[in-house]
């Protein structure tokens, strides 16, 4: 290799090469949703369903719900993903999205 950039470990084997992709932090998104809101349509600029973006619900433990699965995150439209409580509970769900770039 004349250029470039790449990554061994300490037993030689390649761990990263330039020609790998890696994961970008693009933003975080955060809010609150009610039964009588879900689902909801949380606008990101640029993300769309291409296999290029991640999704990761990250509330913490602790309020008025058991766990982060309690509130479903998906890809809706383009620049656009939609937050869908999973049960009939009444109360306040928080939301918490990381959104990365892959």
Known sequence: MS????????SGDLRLKISD?????HST????????TSPVSVYIAGITNDGTWGLSNDIPL????NTS???KVEFGA???VTVTIQHSYT??????????RI
């Open 78 to 80: 383009t620049n656009y």
């Open 3 to 10: 250029y470039g950039l790449q990554v061994w470990s300490a």
């Open 62 to 65: 602790y309020g008025n719900y």
């Open 91 to 100: 109360g306040n769900f928080d939301y918490r999205i990381q959104v990365f």
């Open 21 to 25: 992709r890696m994961v970008r932090y």
């Open 29 to 36: 998104i955060s809010g609150t949703i009610t039964q009588s």
């Open 69 to 71: 699965d309690d509130v």
